[in-house]
Structure formats: C-alpha cells, structure tokens
Nanobody, 120 residues
C-alpha cells in the first residue's frame, strides 16, 4: 500500500518560487503532481517515470516554469515552481500509479492529502 505525503506549499507573491515535496512509501512506476482549484476538476501538471525519469508536462507553458524530479534514494518526488502566477494558485496533490503510461492523467488513483499554494 503506497502512501504519499506532500509538503512545501505556502503563500508567495507573483514571480516567486516554491518547491513541493512528496514523500513516497512504496514504489510506483509513475508519479505526478495535480492541481485543483475549488469547484473545478483536478488537473495533471507534471509526471515522471521510474527509473528512467522521463518527464511529461500538461502543456509547454508549464514546462518552462515547473520542473518535476524524483530522488529515488530518498523516495521523494519534487515539483519546483518558478515565476509563479496567480493562476497557479490551488491545492497541489501528489499522485501515483503502477501502469506504464505516466502521461495518462486518468490512471492516477493513489493520492496524497494535498498542499495549498497561493500566489497573490
């Protein structure tokens, strides 16, 4: 049974940066970060495979500002966010699935409790 625990959220001004961390107990081939705004669907932001570390981003605009990575030795997945904009505000969730297609956002079924990011 995989457990995911996020940390690193907070309130920042536009243009600031944050690094989110997800401590993972257990192994899953695909790890991802999702964002959810109140009243809207949870959307994938970025994902990463193991052990190769292939990354996927929802769109090119995120690729330039967000970086997903994983430290396998520490069982931790990171999301580094730069140049934050108010539109990045939301609850960020770490997610996992054991399939092979890490870019398929619909496959993620294991979730952490979320960490709030607020950009003003």
């Amino acid at each position: 049974h995989v457990q995911l625990v996020e940390s690193g959220g907070g309130s920042v001004q536009a243009g600031g940066s944050l690094r989110l961390s997800c401590a993972v107990s257990g192994y899953r081939h695909c790890m991802a970060w999702f964002r959810q705004v109140a009243g809207k669907a949870r959307l994938g932001v970025a994902s990463i495979s193991s052990p190769v570390g292939t990354t996927y981003y929802r769109d090119d605009s995120l690729k330039g500002r967000f970086t997903i990575s994983r430290d396998s030795a520490k069982n931790t997945v990171f999301l580094e966010m730069y140049g934050l904009e108010p539109g990045d505000t939301g609850m960020y969730y770490c997610a996992a699935h054991s399939g092979t297609l890490c870019s398929d956002w619909t496959r993620y079924r294991t979730w952490g409790q979320g960490t709030q990011v607020t950009v003003s």
